[in-house]
């Protein structure tokens, strides 16, 4: 399984759906993210405390979720990283 954490972006950045897969590097220090538009990327875990994202609901991300099992993934949802 592929631990995925969904958020949704505030409206300033457009408000939609990003999913962070923490437990895959993307780049020394950042893990892999994963969005409609742009698909892959590096993100910093950071993102996940700051305002300007805040946890997607089921219903919001599960257009990402069917994509993310189409090209492969094992996802996961989980609300938060375990300390």
């Not at 780049?27 to 875990?45: D, K, R, T």
């Not at 950071?46 to 805040?54: A, Q, Y």
Request: no cysteine.
């Amino acid at each position: 399984m592929d631990k995925v954490i969904f958020r949704k972006w505030n409206k300033k950045h457009g408000g939609g759906i990003i999913a962070f897969l923490p437990d895959i590097e993307a780049n020394p220090g950042m893990i892999m993210s994963y969005e409609h538009i742009g698909q892959h990327g590096g993100a910093s875990l950071r993102i996940m405390g700051r305002p300007d994202t805040f946890l997607a609901k089921p219903e919001e991300y599960q257009e990402l979720l069917a994509e993310l099992k189409m090209i492969g993934y094992k996802p996961k949802a989980y609300k938060r990283l375990a300390r």
